[in-house]
Nanobody, 118 residues
Framework: QVQLVESGGGEVQAGGSLRLTCLAS????????MAWFRQAPGKEREIVAQ????????IYADSVKGRFSISRDNAKNTAYLQMNSLKSEDTAVYYC???????????WGQGTQVTVSS
């Protein structure tokens, strides 16, 4: 089992950048596909980006393509979400999630708030 802790959220002006970090504890981080989700007020949670266990496959939501970049460092048990050219519609709580060997995303962090002001 893996435990996840996000950090790096905050408030930024439109056009700015933030990097979110997800630190995993437990065993076998490289057995987990990782993803970032977000949930804005009054909206359903949506997936933002996914990265496979050895970073061979990256998938992005259309709304963030070309602006966000997901990565991971298996030696550090860490996943990242680099967010550039932020827009007000990116404002949400961002969650890190893990899926064991391509199963469903069952492990979640507590979330980190990202607020983009225009």
């Amino acid at each position: 089992q893996v435990q996840l802790v996000e950090s790096g959220g905050g408030e930024v002006q439109a056009g700015g950048s933030l990097r979110l970090t997800c630190l995993a504890s437990g065993v076998g981080f490289n057995n987990y596909d990782m993803a970032w989700f977000r949930q804005a007020p009054g909206k359903e949670r949506e997936i933002v980006a996914q990265i496979s266990r050895i970073a061979s496959d990256l998938i992005y939501a259309d709304s963030v393509k070309g602006r966000f970049s997901i990565s991971r460092d298996n030696a550090k048990n860490t996943a990242y979400l680099q967010m550039n050219s932020l827009k007000s519609e990116d404002t949400a709580v961002y969650y890190c999630a893990a899926a064991y060997k391509s199963e469903a995303y069952r492990f979640w962090g507590q979330g980190t708030q990202v607020t983009v002001s225009s």
